[in-house]
DNA sequence: CAGGATCCCCTCCGATACTG
DNA sequence: CAGTATCGGAGGGGATCCTG
């Protein structure tokens, strides 16, 4: 299981900053950050350092609400980890990655009209 | 190329009412009602009859400005497409769209204690 | 460490009405 | 037919500060 860097934000899901969203805006990704396992809320807060405590506690709770989080506490440890409602949804979360992460930079503000033909579907 | 009809709302995306989005409320929606090919405004209005006319035509600039979606004019006809980029995101849409559609009662205000175990990933 | 409280802005989104 | 104009509420989301 790897350790949670900031670098891997960008690298393990561009879809961060997409429009693709689940539950909040940060949600996705948070479901991305718990792939490997069990995370610490500190630990979560290494890879989403922009977000602030509360929103992140908000998504975890929002995520928490929809049945895709776990939320343990022993002690004064508090762990977040996905359910298995949860980790049925990373096969498709990891599709929708792959494409962002493969068409971002067509993504972002589309000035080139080349880019924007049609697909002449169902013609 | 089937027709769209109301019922084709529900039938065809659960993922409209779900929490997980592209664009903004409606876009997922809209992206599946054109994946059979063009469509006029009109038409769009058939099974999208609970957005205002405003709020669609809002929708549908946005995926014009991410590329997902093209406009074309002609004459008074106005026509809405997908583009090789928006077909390009139906593969995953449609994973992500089965997954709602498996889990929908799942999804909805999880209140049932059982569900939300952990799956006990990366043990 | 894992948040809660408070403040506040700003965008999303809907309703209604109107138009070339 | 394919939109625009205008208004307005709701709440998402950030900044800052505080706490058991």
Redesign the interface.
């Known amino acids: 299981?790897r350790p949670l860097d900031p670098q891997m934000f960008d690298e393990l899901c561009p879809s961060a900053l997409t429009?693709?969203?689940?539950?909040?805006k940060w949600?996705a990704l948070i479901v991305v950050c718990?792939?490997?396992?069990?995370r610490r809320y500190s630990e979560l807060r290494i890879p989403l350092a922009r977000i602030t405590p509360k929103v992140m506690t908000q998504s975890l709770r929002?995520l928490?609400?929809?049945?895709l989080v776990?939320r343990?506490v022993e002690g004064r440890q508090v762990t977040y980890?996905?359910?298995?409602?949860?980790?049925?949804?990373l096969?498709?979360?990891r599709?929708?990655c792959?494409?962002a992460e493969e068409?971002w930079d067509?993504?972002v503000?589309?000035t080139?009209p080349i880019?924007?033909?049609?697909?002449?579907?169902?013609?």
Chains 1, 2 share one sequence.
């Open positions: 299981m429009p693709i969203r689940i539950g909040d949600g718990l792939a490997d396992g069990p929002t928490e609400r929809l049945g776990a343990t980890e996905l359910t298995v409602l949860g980790v049925s949804m096969e498709p979360l599709a929708i792959a494409w068409h067509e993504l503000d589309a080139d880019r924007n033909e049609p697909a002449a579907l169902g013609a």
